[in-house]
C-alpha cells in the first residue's frame, strides 16, 4: 500500500550528523506541544513535549524550542542513527484535542 | 501485550458495505479518539470520547459513528463504505489526570473497493 511518507517534506542526513525537523503551528492559543515519531507499519510514538510558558526542553539525545513569537517548533535530534529514520509529526493543543502536522520524513544513511 | 490494540490490522471492504473497527486499551485512560491518516495529510480527527457517555465530533466525522461501550472500548464504525474512506486508522488513547500525551494504536489498514 501507499506508505504516508509520500508527499512529505524530506530531510535527509548522514549517521552522526545532528537533525533539525522545524514545524509551523497554526493556533497562537495552543498551550501544549508534542513531538510524534512514526516508523513504517507502525502508530506515531511520542518523543517530547513542551508547554507553552516554555522556550526549550531537553530529553536523551532530543531537544525541542518553541518560539511563540512566530509560531515554531522546532526538534533537534544528537547525533542522529539509522534507527531514527521515520516520519517526525508536531502536534499543537488547539482546545481538548491534538491537531496534528503533516510531518517530516527523515532519512538518515549510514 | 500492546497497550492500545486495534483489529483488525488490514480489511479490504467493498463499496457500500458496513464495517466496524474496533478498540480496546488496557492503560486505564479516560479518553480515547480516532484519527485517519493519508498520505501527506498527516493524522485527522474523526471522533473522540472523554469518558463511557461523551461522544464528540472531530473534523472529519462525516460518513463514520462511533460507539464508546465501556471505558477501555472505542469502536469506529463506517456505516456505507466508500473509496475514498481508504486510509490508516490509528485509535489513541490519553489520560485526562496525569498528561495530554497520547499513547496509538498499531493502526487498521483500509482498503475500501
Known amino acids: 500500500g501507499e506508505s504516508v511518507g509520500l508527499h512529505l517534506p524530506t530531510l535527509s542526513v548522514q549517521e552522526g550528523d545532528n537533525s533539525i525537523i522545524n514545524c509551523a503551528y497554526s493556533?497562537?492559543?495552543?498551550?501544549?506541544f508534542i513531538w510524534y515519531k512514526q516508523e513504517s507499519g507502525k502508530g506515531p510514538q511520542f518523543i517530547i513535549d513542551?508547554?507553552?510558558?516554555?522556550d526549550k526542553r531537553q530529553g536523551q539525545r532530543v531537544t525541542v524550542l518553541l518560539n511563540k513569537t512566530v509560531k515554531h517548533l522546532s526538534l533537534q535530534i544528537a547525533a542522529t542513527q539509522p534507527g531514527d529514520s521515520a516520519v517526525y509529526f508536531c502536534?499543537?493543543?488547539?482546545?481538548?484535542?491534538?491537531?496534528f502536522g503533516k510531518g517530516t520524513m527523515l532519512l538518515v544513511s549510514p | 501485550d500492546a497497550d492500545v490494540t486495534q483489529t483488525p490490522r488490514n480489511r479490504i471492504t467493498k463499496t457500500g458495505k458496513r464495517i466496524m473497527l474496533e478498540c480496546s486499551q488496557t492503560?486505564?485512560?479516560?479518553?480515547m479518539y480516532w484519527y485517519r491518516q493519508d498520505p501527506g495529510l498527516g493524522l485527522r480527527l474523526i471522533y473522540y470520547s472523554f469518558d463511557v457517555k461523551d461522544i464528540n465530533k472531530g473534523e472529519i466525522s462525516d460518513g463514520y459513528s462511533v460507539s464508546r461501550q465501556a471505558q477501555a472500548k472505542f469502536s469506529l464504525s463506517l456505516e456505507s463504505a466508500i473509496p475514498n474512506q481508504t486510509a490508516l486508522y490509528f485509535c489513541?488513547?490519553?489520560?485526562?489526570?496525569?498528561?495530554?500525551?497520547?499513547?496509538f494504536g498499531s493502526g487498521t489498514r483500509l482498503t475500501v473497493v
Open positions: 502536534a499543537e493543543r488547539d482546545g481538548s484535542t491534538l491537531t
Open positions: 493556533n497562537s492559543a495552543s498551550d501544549y
Open positions: 513542551i508547554r507553552s510558558n516554555m
Open positions: 492503560k486505564g485512560h479516560d479518553r
Open positions: 489513541a488513547t490519553s489520560d485526562s489526570g496525569t498528561g495530554f500525551g497520547y499513547t
